[in-house]
């Protein structure tokens, strides 16, 4: 079980690192929109159900699923909500020197 | 596990806040800003959870995560109906 929650928690702050990157260096904002969705999500899962494998059976590693089924829920909606702004104001694209 | 790895991963992921800080605060628009703070809100999160096993207190540091997790959501929620409806350009150099 140790060993399990390690790797996954491990993966976790991985992927959260390289979303963070992903936000520095790609070059407009759809691309950093693309990075920073997915890997926070993704990221946040892993690190969460690491965190309650390493806890074991308890209250507490119940209410940390709870809060990874609600990242799961609400940050590919929060994603979604700042897409459809940059859609409705028709800001499709940005140049290059805005890096 | 031992704590050491709970508190390289807690550095980890506050090295990947304060990247995540520097697109909130050079970003070019109101975009980037808004994802920038969505990105520090979840990373919290993982930070407050992880900072709970270091101190052996998960129990009190849950229901910190779970307020934040609701504040994180709403304030983006809230900024992008915002900025839906006021517009992106207006306003001053923000761009």
């Known amino acids: 079980m140790t060993t399990v929650a ?3 928690i491990g993966l976790g702050v991985f992927f959260l690192f390289m979303g963070a990157v992903g ?3 790609f070059p407009d904002f759809l691309t950093r929109m693309h990075a920073a969705g997915k890997c926070d999500t993704l990221g946040s899962l892993l690190l969460l159900g690491g965190l309650a494998c390493h806890g074991g059976v308890t209250l507490s590693s119940l209410k940390i699923m709870v809060i990874a089924f609600f990242i799961l829920l609400t940050s590919p909606t929060a994603t979604h909500a700042i897409a459809r702004v940059a859609l409705k104001h028709q800001m499709t694209q940005q140049s290059e020197e805005n890096r | 596990m031992s704590p050491a790895f709970f ?3 807690s550095i980890i992921v506050l090295v990947a806040v304060v990247l995540s800080l520097y697109r909130v605060i050079r970003g070019p628009s109101i975009i980037d ?3 920038g703070v969505n990105v520090v809100g979840t990373k919290s999160i993982a930070v407050i959870l992880l900072t709970g096993q270091l101190f052996n207190r998960v129990e009190f540091f849950i229901d910190i995560a779970v307020v934040y997790a609701l504040i994180n959501f709403i304030g983006t929620l809230a900024l992008s109906r915002y900025f839906e409806r006021r517009g992106l350009y207006r306003g001053g150099g923000i761009k």
């Open chain 2, 7 to 9: 508190l390289g991963a």
């Open chain 2, 33 to 35: 800003r808004i994802i």
């Open chain 1, 23 to 25: 936000l520095v260096r």
């Open chain 1, 6 to 8: 390690a790797i996954l």
